[in-house]
């Protein structure tokens, strides 16, 4: 498996990955027999979680640009009824104009060259009072508590600088109104990592650190000593994910 893999289902795995990713599905307002799409699907994540809302009569697409996930994503769902996985860019989505009741975009617009046009993609496959759940991070409300705050903030402003669309999480709204839908809904989730060992996995915390001395950013032996309270502990670090659910005009 691969670290970006093993990374989506360790970050799926945690409380509040759980707890959103629960929360995106029930704010999509499943029926059974409707068609779904899950653009960005990853390694197939909720897929399966999906197919169970729309049952035996409805379909689930997963469409995701990347061969790994896509063979990831079709070996997890070969035996799932009513799953298909499809390449495919939300930039230029292989399907019909209004032909989907529901899509959902979790963690994958913070990645795309043109999130305007990929939301506006979007509401094309959508039929009229069709629903779009996204879910995506603001980067620039990363927060590390530690006595250096200048370090805990530099750390900050470097993971959001390597990120392509790093605010998008505040921007949903926008994106999704000027797309041609009507807000529906706008959740702020609260990320609160409290060990170091989830954090590190989720954040980054040594490997970006690590990347900071790198790049000039931090001095090494500040980036130690920070790393090293972190890792005595109580650790507090987290940022603010967007949950949005909008429908298509
Ligand atoms: C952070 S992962 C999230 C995966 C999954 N949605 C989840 O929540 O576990 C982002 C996914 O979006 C895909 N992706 C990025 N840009 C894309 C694009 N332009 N069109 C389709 N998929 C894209 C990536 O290949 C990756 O699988």
């Known amino acids: 498996m691969t670290d970006q893999i093993s990374y989506m289902d360790t970050a ?16 999509l307002d499943l029926h059974p027999g409707q068609i779904v799409l899950d653009v960005g699907c990853g390694p197939g994540t909720d897929l399966g979680r999906l197919a169970d809302a729309v049952g035996p009569g409805g379909s689930v697409i997963g469409v995701d640009r990347d061969p790994l996930m896509l063979a990831e994503a079709r070996r997890r769902h070969a035996a799932t009824a009513g799953v298909e996985v499809r390449a495919g860019d939300i930039h230029d989505l292989p399907f019909a104009d209004a032909s989907v009741d529901r899509a959902r975009a979790d963690r994958m617009l913070q990645h795309v060259r043109d999130p305007q046009s990929a939301v506006g993609e979007v509401r094309r496959v959508l039929r009229p009072g069709g629903l779009f759940g996204t879910a995506e991070p603001d980067w620039d409300t990363l927060a590390v508590a530690d006595d250096d705050v200048a370090t805990s903030r530099a750390f900050a402003r470097f993971v959001a ?43 980054g915390l040594r490997r970006n650190t690590d990347r900071a001395v790198e790049a ?30 909008a429908v298509a005009q």
């Open 161 to 203: 600088g390597r990120v392509r669309n790093a605010t998008i999480g505040r921007e949903l709204p926008r994106l999704c109104v000027r797309a041609g839908f009507r807000v529906r809904s706008v959740e702020p989730i609260p990320v609160l990592f409290r060990d170091f060992g989830t954090a590190d996995r989720i954040l």
């Open 216 to 245: 000039g950013v931090l001095l090494d032996a500040v980036a130690a000593a920070w790393l090293g309270r972190l890792a005595a502990g109580p650790v507090v670090a987290g940022f603010t994910v967007y949950l949005v659910v």
């Open 12 to 27: 799926a795995a945690t409380d509040v990955g759980v707890d959103y990713k629960r929360r995106s599905v029930v704010g």
